[in-house]
């Protein structure tokens, strides 16, 4: 058996197209329907192999990822890789701009370089409101094992996925959402896909499933926070322990102690702690959702059990109180301004050495986003920025360049909001290759926002309450401002950013709330290589699916559902377990 394994490995290392001499890591993907009850009343959530949340995808930088997807839904499916940068290889980016998504009962193959990146990220369906349902999981990077990481090895690894939920379906939340109806407050948090622990019998009812954390006294463990949910900011705390923050979304960070983090959705923060209490009884894990008012909203509070191997009993009495600043705006803000590069922690660096002295970079442009609360445009509830709200073409746009399809979208987005009534559009933003781009985030709305670019990662040099202008400039981090691919910006107020133009693709930015983003708050950046050259963007892969004007061009593929339930059972376990022993194999082959 391991001989045979042997020859597959070798055969599969020698021969797989890729980068050469990088390692590949193989996975099999059935993604379908899967019936769990996690607030107690039965619905339909999105599974990874029959597992909600999926499973963790575990490499290290450069290796090759290659995921062979079968869409087991009943509708179109697209994974995005959040944080993930595709270098010179938009084409597996898994947004509609970029990529046709899957028809139903069809399969499809990802392939893609985790180039120069280190860090905790995750994937989830990009399209249809789908990440409602579930469908995410996580993507580690780890460091090459020849790149110190600027803390001693954890003693364990736990990864936490936190979001709102609602016991309505994805396909019911669309049909609000298409009828102009507002989502009101989620029915929950869940944690690891799982309700909150009964910590209090009128709040929570009897026989909900919960997660727990199984930790050893005296040891320490990295935790990997993902906010997956549609639109509620949380704060994560964790019941008489210190969080020290040492990643976020692919850069380590300067460490510090919080006893609590707020953490928006789309984010992404690694944390170390160490098991150091006297375990008279568990602990509290708490997601809770923030800047609302906490007396109506004590449902909508995620709790799992942090479970000492040595406790004494249950976790009891009330949980850990959340900052007290309703009426103190800074506090948050504060907070995230602490988060900082560490620069002389060793890593992948995601940009060329350049951009590491970043201030000392002239931008070549700078573009000013506003958002607003959802407006009408032609009887429909949309949200825009700039005053534009973005429809998809039903071609996507990387493939219309490929194809010299012309109209398919215009270059023509306005660095400044548009003034005037808001508009429908497919309009995006011309970026310069290897140019340095601003980018001011101005939310005009009431709720909180969090923006995300695909392709890139952005230090996030400054935020504040109140309109941007030409002397923000003046109090801009100029030199640790983390380099991360998705921010917050706080209700009335800026965040800006500063990005290296030098990965050539169609690159999405977008509201990381579902629902803004459902209803158009999107754009995307096009960078062109100038020079004609195959160095500077990989060729379309073979596989590349033909949508829209394109149509005619895709060869049709028989559906072939498995059912999530097969799956899990028999059938693909088979193989799947290969893969993994291939996975490890590989592993510790290279
Ligand atoms: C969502 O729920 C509605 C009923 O409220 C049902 O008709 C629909 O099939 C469900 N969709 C999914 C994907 O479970
Ligand atoms: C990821 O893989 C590495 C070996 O490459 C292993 O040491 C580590 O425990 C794995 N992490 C998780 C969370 O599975
Ligand atoms: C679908 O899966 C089959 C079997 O794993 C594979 O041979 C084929 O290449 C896949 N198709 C695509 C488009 O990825
Ligand atoms: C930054 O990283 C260095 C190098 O790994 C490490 O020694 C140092 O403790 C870190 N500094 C802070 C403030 O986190
Ligand atoms: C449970 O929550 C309710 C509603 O917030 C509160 O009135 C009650 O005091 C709580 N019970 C306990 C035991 O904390
Ligand atoms: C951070 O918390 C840990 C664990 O509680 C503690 O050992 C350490 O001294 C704290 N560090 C700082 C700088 O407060
Ligand atoms: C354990 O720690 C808690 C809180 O820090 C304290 O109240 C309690 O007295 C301690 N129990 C023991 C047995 O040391
Ligand atoms: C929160 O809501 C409660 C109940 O409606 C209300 O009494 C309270 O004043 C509100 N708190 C704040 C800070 O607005
Ligand atoms: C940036 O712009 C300034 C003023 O226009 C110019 O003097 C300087 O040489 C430029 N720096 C770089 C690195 O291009
Ligand atoms: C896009 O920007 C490039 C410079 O980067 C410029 O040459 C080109 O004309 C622009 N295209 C449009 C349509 O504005
Ligand atoms: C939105 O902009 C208007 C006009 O500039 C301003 O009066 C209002 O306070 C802003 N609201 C927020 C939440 O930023
Ligand atoms: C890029 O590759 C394509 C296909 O291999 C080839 O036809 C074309 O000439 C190449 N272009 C350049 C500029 O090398």
Redesign the pocket.
Request: zero cysteines; glycine letters at 22%; hydrophobic letters at 20%.
């Given at each position: 058996m391991s001989l045979m394994l042997f020859f597959l490995a070798t055969f599969l290392l020698l021969f797989h197209p890729g980068s050469a001499g990088d390692p590949f890591a193989f996975f099999d993907w059935d993604v379908g329907y899967k019936t769990v009850s996690p607030l107690g009343v039965k619905q339909q959530v999105i599974a990874v192999n029959g597992e909600f949340p999926g499973p963790i995808v575990n490499v290290s930088t450069n290796w090759n990822v290659v995921v062979n997807v079968l869409n087991d839904l009943d509708e179109p499916l697209l994974l995005t890789w959040n944080g993930i940068q595709h270098r010179k290889n938009c084409w597996q980016d898994g947004v509609l701009g970029t990529t046709c998504p899957i028809p139903s009962g069809w399969n499809w193959t990802y392939q893609f370089q985790v180039k120069d990146q280190i860090g905790s990220f995750f994937y989830f369906p990009s399209t249809g409101f789908q990440r409602a349902a579930g469908g995410f999981g996580g993507i580690i990077v780890n460091n090459r094992d020849v790149i110190a990481v600027p803390f001693d090895k954890p003693d364990g690894d736990i990864t936490l996925f936190i979001g709102d939920w609602y016991i309505k379906n994805h396909t019911d939340l669309r049909k609000m959402l298409d009828n102009g109806k507002d989502l009101g407050m989620p029915d929950g948090v869940l944690i690891n896909g799982k309700g909150p622990y009964r910590y209090n019998n009128s709040l929570v009812p009897a026989g909900i499933d919960y997660e727990t954390i199984n930790v050893q006294p005296g040891k320490t463990y990295r935790f990997r926070i993902h906010n997956v949910g549609i639109s509620t900011s949380l704060n994560f705390r964790i019941q008489n322990h210190n969080m020290k923050l040492v990643e976020t979304e692919g850069s380590y960070t300067v460490q510090q102690n919080y006893t609590n983090l707020d953490i928006h959705v789309g984010q992404s923060y690694s944390f170390l702690v160490t098991m150091d209490q006297n375990a008279s009884s568990d602990y509290y894990i708490v997601a809770s959702a923030r800047f609302v008012n906490e007396t109506i909203w004590k449902r909508v509070t995620g709790v799992a059990i942090l479970h000492y191997s040595n406790s004494k009993g249950k976790a009891s009495g009330p949980l850990p109180d959340p900052p007290q600043d309703f009426y103190d705006k800074t506090f948050s803000m504060n907070q995230a301004r602490s988060v900082r590069w560490n620069l002389s922690a060793g890593a992948a660096r995601p940009n060329p050495q350049g951009s590491f002295r970043y201030a000392s970079i002239n931008v070549t442009q700078a573009y000013l986003l506003r958002s607003g609360p959802p407006v009408v445009i032609n009887g429909k509830r949309r949200a825009t920025l700039n005053g534009i709200s973005y429809v998809p073409p039903e071609t996507p746009l990387r493939l219309a360049d490929q194809y010299s399809l012309k109209g398919v979208y215009t270059?023509?987005f306005p660095e400044r909001p548009l003034k005037g009534a808001p508009k429908l559009g497919r309009s995006i933003i011309?970026?310069?290759?290897r140019?340095f781009m601003e980018i001011i985030f101005q939310n005009n709305d009431t709720n909180i926002q969090s923006y995300h670019m695909d392709g890139y990662a952005f230090f996030v040099v400054g935020m504040d309450y109140g309109e941007w202008t030409e002397n923000s400039r003046g109090t801009y981090n100029k030199g640790d401002g983390v380099a991360r691919s998705t921010v917050q910006v706080y209700p009335g107020a800026w965040t800006a950013v500063l990005v290296s133009l030098d990965n050539v693709g169609i690159w999405n930015v977008r509201s990381e709330n579902l629902d803004s983003w459902y209803m158009g708050q999107e754009v995307y950046v096009r960078v062109?290589n100038?020079e004609s050259t195959n160095k500077t963007e990989l060729p379309i892969p073979d596989n590349a699916l033909k949508c829209g004007q394109l149509e005619k061009f895709q060869n049709l593929q028989t559906p072939h559902h498995k059912t999530a339930s097969s799956s899990i059972t028999t059938g693909s376990s088979g193989p799947l377990v290969l893969f993994m022993l291939l996975l490890v194999y590989i592993t510790n082959f290279s």
């Open positions: 270059l023509d011309n970026g310069t290759y140019g062109v100038p």
